[in-house]
């Protein structure tokens, strides 16, 4: 959750009036010398933040006739152009709170029926994964975070990192022919976690996100509340109670195989309990001992098992929420402590949607 003030988290529950800020730069470095255009007036869109995308954050804000661009240098232009959006709330002194939600290149931009434009932003980790590598790329003697950091570096300008909340490892001595997201893909499972890129534009690894922590915000329904609706489910679409993690390394070692299981008497998703017998098989490089890949199979058992819990929430819009933020929901006498997985921020006055997911239990 970003940091706001009192008075913002009083205001949100109360009328109050949204506002939006763009800022639009020359590529990736956003220094000031590269600003093209500044608080750029837009009058709808959303920006999607999904936890399960290499491209976390995208979107589109729809602007007036007058910036669709017809030049590639025009301050829209596809070719040149990278968008901040914040978003948060104009007080009555006239003074914002504002907090970054996107950062990234402008990609189509669409000339409407009506005159309008509209225009796409994905987050910079579109860059990265539109750099693949052009020879063989080796895995140097660094931690896996740092050669996360590089990979990165490489293909965006001006790069921001931190901070990542993963506990860091060596790298194994690995070569990496194409894809530059797969090679952060494995990298990331070496420390059981993912890498991404938060509103502001900075790259962070961040742990698995579906260990529930403390709600940092309650939506809930009644008076003073910010639900809108919520609408909880309980499914086992997707889940499985038994995760094997098959290391195929790539720099010649024995290859090798772990599973975890669900084997915790009592447990609802029990291997071989009335839940049955539920497998998921997933292949990689990197793990470099037995121990890191049990870690790892361990992890994303617990991933797993998370489907079981989930919620579609339809909300007052607070800007300060990120994908990862553990929230409490309530809605009509049902309530669960739920870790968000995905975002809408709306750009006009829409309600902002989110979609959480919990463990049945805290631990397997």
């Known amino acids: 959750m970003l940091t706001s003030t009192t008075t913002y988290k009083q205001a949100i529950t109360r009328p109050h009036h949204r506002h939006f800020r763009v800022d639009l730069y020359q590529g990736t470095t956003l220094e000031n010398d590269t600003l093209l255009a500044q608080d750029v007036p837009i009058f709808g869109g959303q920006i999607n933040a999904n936890l399960a995308q290499r491209v976390t954050r995208s979107g589109t804000f729809d602007l007036g006739a007058e910036w669709y661009p017809l030049l590639a240098d025009d301050p829209l232009s596809p070719y040149q152009t990278v968008a901040r959006i914040s978003a948060g709330i104009r007080y009555g002194d006239g003074s914002t709170e504002l907090f970054p939600i996107i950062t990234g290149r402008t990609g189509t931009a669409q000339r409407n029926e009506d005159g309008t434009c509209s225009v796409r932003v994905e ?8 750099f693949e590598f052009e020879q063989p790329r080796n895995s140097e003697n660094v931690s896996v975070v740092n050669q996360i950091r590089r990979l990165i570096a490489e293909a965006v300008d001006g790069a921001a990192f931190g ?12 070569t990496w022919d194409q894809s530059r997201g797969d090679a952060l893909d494995t990298l990331s499972s070496a420390v059981s976690g993912r890498w991404f890129t938060l509103g502001s534009g900075s790259f962070v ?10 709600a940092v915000q ?8 910010l ?8 499914t086992r679409d997707g889940a499985a109670n038994s995760v094997t993690v098959v290391v195929e390394r790539a720099d010649g070692g024995v290859p090798f195989r772990v599973t975890a299981r669900d084997t915790t008497a009592g447990s609802p998703t029990q291997f071989g309990g009335p839940f049955g017998r539920v497998t998921k098989l997933v292949k990689v490089q990197t793990p470099l001992t037995n121990g890191q890949a049990q870690a790892y ?42 870790v968000i997985d995905s975002i809408t921020y709306p750009l006009d ?3 902002m949607s989110i979609g959480t997911r919990s463990y049945v239990r805290t631990n397997l």
């Open 297 to 338: 199979a361990r992890a994303l058992l617990n991933a797993s098992t998370a489907l079981a819990s989930q919620w579609s929430v339809s909300c007052v819009a607070d800007y300060t929420l990120e994908p990862q933020d553990t929230v409490l929901l309530r809605s009509r006498g049902v309530q669960g402590t739920q």
């Open 349 to 351: 006055d829409s309600p």
């Open 218 to 225: 309650q939506i809930v329904d009644g008076p003073g509340g």
């Open 163 to 174: 901070p990542d909340d993963v506990t860091d490892t060596a790298t194994p001595r690995l």
């Open 205 to 214: 690894v961040r742990e698995l996100p579906y260990d529930v922590g403390t």
């Open 227 to 234: 639900l809108l609706a919520g609408r909880p489910s309980v």
């Open 123 to 130: 987050d910079l980790a579109a860059d990265v994964v539109g």
